[in-house]
């Protein structure tokens, strides 16, 4: 891939210069995180890490990606509809994993008793890397698709002037005046916005379920504030809020302390540290609800990698998605390789070619976040040691991505300025809202680049690993 900023990158003084004015630049735009030491108030704060220099992307494979984004919208949505198809897809991985089995009983017993719900929101973000074949040419590979608390859309909002700021400070006002603008805080409230006029209370609220601990409360911030903006207020609640405080009237309207609640937006619960049981019950009662859930649970279960894997099983998208084939083909243009675990004869053969050539996978567990990965030589380890057991189930293979390195500046507070080897992983913002059978809104919103040091296999933003960027096309 290009590397644009070859000339400044090894000058150290016009570093030492740009990386002060662009610390400066995070802090009085916004791009803010509260500190480990003190996470639970915004007296102390810090700006969120960033690189000093905005990330060379292939303006193709940019497009490519944005063009993309309404399939998977579309096809999320059809997943969440679709209870034959999330029965049998995660069928062997209720078995052995206990998370996904407890989702997938709220989502069976709320199936059951008969959806209050009426309306749908679906905010995702579908991430990629840029492969580099051997011929030294990048393509869009899929990661994941994030269905539920999918977030740093608010605080990338505000990088491109950062990094804007940046150029013009090294020099390069010309390149600095070709970045993207991109809010995907304003796409995300616009979804947010809609539902809630389709739930049709003028008093109801709209609910953000956040966390016990709120460090990046700042991008959540960043799209309440354009809800308030619109007159639509917001209130901030946790599992344990709901539990105490939440309750549902006779036709499973749900109140928090005496205000109807038109619209939940998780930004909690897609890990299992996020329950106890109280959390558990909390989370039945608002699945029960009348209230927008984003997401409900079906969709929450459409984004595990278990879907994501059987999604490349040729035909499935075919059958999900049918009389759409050109969606299909430019979905499956961006799908990696993708193995399924299970028992039998196809499991154990990958599981071989694994153990034999490590480097050449990545193993995935059916948990969010970052971290969670296993590579190389542990990848290998574990695999002998559960290629026999039921166990292998819980997790997918997946082909492992290689993108072309490019030299850039992390930067973090407390840490020294130093030059590191880069890749980047892209993230396009989805929205959509369907009322019934009806899709009312089905947009991209946006865009988040994050990037992070080759040494670091695994891991997000809020992971302490990867930092806000935006992208330079080329
Ligand atoms: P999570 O739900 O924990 O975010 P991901 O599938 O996004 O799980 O993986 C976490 C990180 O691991 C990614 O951000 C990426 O850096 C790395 N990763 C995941 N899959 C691959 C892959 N196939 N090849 C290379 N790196 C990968
Ligand atoms: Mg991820």
Redesign the pocket.
Do not use: F, H, L, S
């Given at each position: 891939m290009a590397a644009p900023w070859r000339d400044v990158v090894r000058d150290a003084a016009a570093v030492r210069e740009a990386a002060a004015a662009a610390v400066d630049a995070a802090l009085l735009a916004g791009v803010l995180m509260r500190t480990g030491e003190q996470p639970h108030a915004s007296d102390v704060v810090n700006y969120a890490p960033f690189t000093l220099l905005p990330s060379a992307v292939p303006r193709a494979l940019f497009e490519q990606a944005y063009a993309v984004q309404q399939d998977f919208n579309l096809l999320v949505d059809a997943i969440s509809q679709n209870k034959e198809f999330l029965e049998q897809t995660l069928a062997s991985t209720i078995k052995v994993d206990d998370f996904t089995a407890r989702l997938f009983r709220i989502y069976v017993q709320v199936l059951e008793e008969g959806l209050a719900q009426t309306v749908f929101l679906g905010i995702n973000r579908s991430?990629y890397?840029f492969d580099c074949g051997l011929d030294g040419t990048a393509a869009l590979r899929q990661?994941?698709i994030?269905t539920i608390a999918a977030s740093f859309g608010g605080l990338t909002s505000r990088t491109a002037d950062v990094h804007g700021l940046v150029l013009k400070v090294l020099g390069k006002a010309e390149e600095a005046s070709h970045l993207l603008p991109n809010n995907p805080a304003k796409g995300l409230a616009l979804g947010i916005a809609k539902a809630w006029e389709l739930y049709g209370s003028q008093r109801a609220v709209v609910m953000f379920l956040v966390e016990e601990i709120q460090r990046n409360i700042f991008d959540q911030r960043c799209v309440e504030n354009e809800l308030w903006s619109r007159n639509i207020r917001v209130i901030r609640r946790r599992f344990r809020d709901v539990f105490e405080q939440g309750s549902l009237d006779a036709s499973r309207r749900l109140y928090m302390d005496g205000q109807e609640v038109a619209v939940v937006y998780y930004r909690e619960g897609y890990v299992p540290q996020n329950y106890d049981q109280q959390n558990w019950e909390a989370r039945l009662l608002l699945e029960r609800s009348r209230a927008v859930k984003c997401p409900d649970i079906a969709t929450q279960l459409a984004g595990t990698?278990k879907v994501q894997q059987e999604l490349s099983r040729p035909g499935t998208l075919e059958k999900l998605l049918p009389g759409r084939p050109e969606a299909v083909a430019r979905m499956r243009a961006t799908f990696?390789g993708l193995y399924s675990l299970d028992e039998g004869e196809e499991g154990d053969r990958i599981a071989a070619t694994a153990i034999a050539d490590p480097d050449r996978f990545?193993l995935?567990p059916q948990?969010?976040?970052?971290?969670?990965?296993l590579y190389g030589e542990e990848l290998r380890q574990v695999l002998e040691k559960i290629k026999d057991s039921p166990e292998r189930t819980s997790y997918i293979l997946?082909?492992?991505?290689k993108p072309q390195p490019a030299l850039n500046y992390l930067l973090r507070a407390h840490s020294p300025l130093q030059v590191s080897e880069c890749i980047s992983?892209l993230g396009i913002f989805g929205v959509y809202v369907r009322q019934g059978q009806q899709l009312v809104l089905n947009q991209a919103a946006g865009h988040l680049l994050r990037t992070?040091a080759i040494e670091h296999?695994?891991?997000?933003v809020a992971a302490g690993v990867?930092v806000l960027d935006t992208p330079y096309l080329v």
């Open positions: 991430d890397m990661i994941e994030n990698k990696a990545v995935k948990r969010e976040g970052g971290g969670n990965n997946m082909d492992k991505i992983e992070k296999a695994d891991g997000g990867a």
